[in-house]
């Protein structure tokens, strides 16, 4: 998988005054990556001084909300179709199998 872009940190040397190029080289990121901070920001009139309060993963978000989001190709379960105990051997039969603790649907957990 592909290193996250460290966009505050590029936020932050660009605020300093720092050109595109020296970042890019001096922190060993893509020249592609920062212009495409430089552009998001401009974009949307975000600088150094808005999200320096901000975790470094919150600015990413905030830049690249698409990115890196975790998806599932899988539904949730309809675990209300389930009886109890049928639910629970399930539950058990995966835990021996495959040796570790598996989540417990809320209808269990009453």
């Known amino acids: 998988m592909a290193n996250k872009i460290r966009v505050k940190l590029i936020l932050e040397l660009r ?3 720092m050109s595109r190029n020296l970042i890019a080289s ?3 990121i ?3 990556s920062v212009s495409d901070v430089f552009r998001i920001a401009d974009e ?8 320096q309060n901000l975790s470094p993963q ?8 698409d990115k890196h989001s975790v998806e599932s190709m899988y539904l949730d379960p309809d675990y209300e179709r389930f009886d109890p105990p049928i ?3 399930i539950c058990l039969m995966f835990q021996l199998s ?8 809320p209808s269990l957990l009453v």
């Open 58 to 65: 919150e600015v990413y978000r905030l830049f690249y909300p």
């Open 87 to 89: 639910l629970e051997n």
């Open 30 to 32: 893509s020249r592609n």
């Open 15 to 17: 605020s300093a005054g």
């Open 98 to 105: 495959h040796g570790c603790p598996l989540f417990r649907p």
């Open 44 to 51: 949307r009139g975000i600088g150094y001084k808005d999200i």
């Open 26 to 28: 001096t922190r060993h």
